[in-house]
């Protein structure tokens, strides 16, 4: 009888990121080695998506700095490597957040990012929850120093649930990936080459399969939208919560964002990278008939609230760094009575509390509180 040949488990490969330890199999990214590290240690990522196959690669904000290439061979590497697509080697040193030469260099790639991206965050719906924006205020600059014409486009409805704001767009190819992986029927591509490189939907077509709401959850700004939910509430003022129902379509587990007994947009499931998450080994990919056509709490089993803790402005509260609240100033104008101050609301978060109801929470003051605050009355109007 022949002797039973036993095959040795894989070798795991050490790799030092940021002065932490990890093991990693072999031909894992950096990316995702120091994804296992987690916080601050994983670069940032704008085009990079672990569940599409061939993402990565074009917007360099993931640029690390590799110290020592490996054990066989310590020498470093000359310049910096887009970790997205750079394997690890055994005892390889990297540098992310410890390296000044990375975050001058994410400083300049969101520069290039942003030299033709609008200031629209105050109208945009994916404000709250936008990567760029969030890269932005981690590693942008208060000024540009482009002084040249921007590219313009025309909003233009490319499906009958999606909207295109190509000026929004940084060619991140995520749509068009996933097009391509789970549709089959793709629509669009990128047209034209260079700084004329835009996306756009081939003629006479228009993007309507069964899937196609997911492009919206991959798109890393607001160049694409739901048509469904624009401008009809701010994410940061609806609550998150986690649902399921029975489809024949997809695995139907998806977040629902309601405000009260409204749902107003329904979502795939998150990780804490921006991901779609996994199920049942498969990634969780939802229907359109889920996103789009089921809005009533009653179409749902609710599981419970699910927490968002990255990718939010609001959660992350950047905005309120090394910032003074002018609440003596102003109260002094008002007389004595406390302001309520947009900062003070998003720094509480009451809406986002899943034990706070909306109709509890304290609104503005009207005329009414102020005389009763200050025991006086206002002078009447003639």
Same mark, same amino acid.
């Given at each position: ?5 036993? @095959? ?11 002065n932490?330890?990890? &093991? ?8 995702m080695?120091?994804?296992k ?13 672990? *569940? ?8 360099r ?13 310590p020498r470093p ?6 970790s997205?697509?750079?394997n690890v080697m ?17 400083k ?6 942003? #030299?033709n991206h609008?200031?629209d ?9 936008c990567h760029?924006? $969030? ?6 600059? &208060?000024?540009?120093?482009?002084e ?8 233009? $409805?490319?499906?009958?649930?999606i909207? #295109?704001?190509m000026t929004?767009?940084i060619?991140?190819?995520r749509c068009t990936?996933?097009a ?12 034209d ?6 996306i ?6 228009a ?8 492009m919206?959850?991959?798109?890393p700004?607001?160049?694409?939208t739901?048509?469904?939910?624009r ?7 609806? *609550? ?12 139907? @587990? ?6 009260g007994?409204?749902?107003?947009r329904?979502?795939a499931?998150?990780? &804490?990278?921006?991901e779609?998450e996994d199920? $049942? ?9 889920c996103?789009?056509? @089921?809005k009533k709490?009653?179409d749902?089993v609710?599981e ?6 990255r990718h939010?402005v609001?959660?992350a ?19 004595g ?9 998003h ?14 929470i ?9 005389? @009763?605050?200050n025991?006086r009355? #206002?002078?009447?109007?003639?």
């Open positions: 009888m022949a002797e039973e040949v036993k @095959k040795d488990a894989p070798q795991m490969f050490k790799v030092t990121i940021d932490i330890t990890v &093991e990693v199999a072999p031909g894992t990214s950096i990316l080695a120091a994804r590290v987690g916080g601050d240690v994983a670069p940032p990522t704008m085009c990079f998506y672990s *569940k599409l196959k061939g993402s990565g690669g074009k917007c904000t993931c640029l690390v700095e590799v110290a020592a290439g490996s054990t066989a061979d590497m000359p310049k910096l490597v887009a997205c697509r750079t055994d005892g390889m040193v990297v540098k992310s957040i410890t390296s000044e030469k990375v975050l001058d260099a994410r300049g790639v969101v520069e290039f990012l942003l #030299l609008p200031l965050c105050p109208i945009c719906d994916q404000a709250g929850e760029l924006q $969030d890269l932005s205020y981690e590693h942008g600059k &208060e000024e540009t120093r482009y040249f014409q921007r590219r313009l486009f025309e909003r233009e $409805d490319i499906g009958p649930y909207q #295109l704001h929004r767009c060619l991140c190819y990936y996933i391509d992986q789970i549709t089959n029927t793709r629509m669009h591509g990128i047209l080459r260079g700084e004329h490189a835009q756009s939907t081939y003629i006479s077509k993007i309507d399969n069964d899937f196609s709401g997911n919206i959850d991959v798109c700004v607001g160049a694409l739901d048509r469904t939910f401008f009809k509430q701010r994410v940061w003022f609806l *609550k998150p919560l986690n649902a399921h129902r029975d489809c024949d379509k997809c695995c139907g @587990k998806v977040t629902i964002w309601n405000r007994d409204e749902v107003f329904v979502t499931r998150k990780d &804490e990278w921006g779609v199920f $049942d080994g498969k990634t969780g990919w939802i229907c359109n008939t996103r789009f056509d @089921k709490t009653s749902w609710i419970g609230p699910r927490k968002i803790n939010s609001i959660s509260n950047h905005y309120l760094d090394d910032l003074k609240r002018p609440h003596e100033t102003i109260a002094e104008v008002m007389g009575r406390k302001p309520k101050l947009l900062m003070d609301i720094a509480v978060s009451e809406v986002n509390k899943p034990t706070v109801h909306l109709s509890e304290e609104g503005p003051a009207t005329s009414e509180v102020f005389n @009763k605050e025991g009355l #206002l002078p009447e109007t003639k």
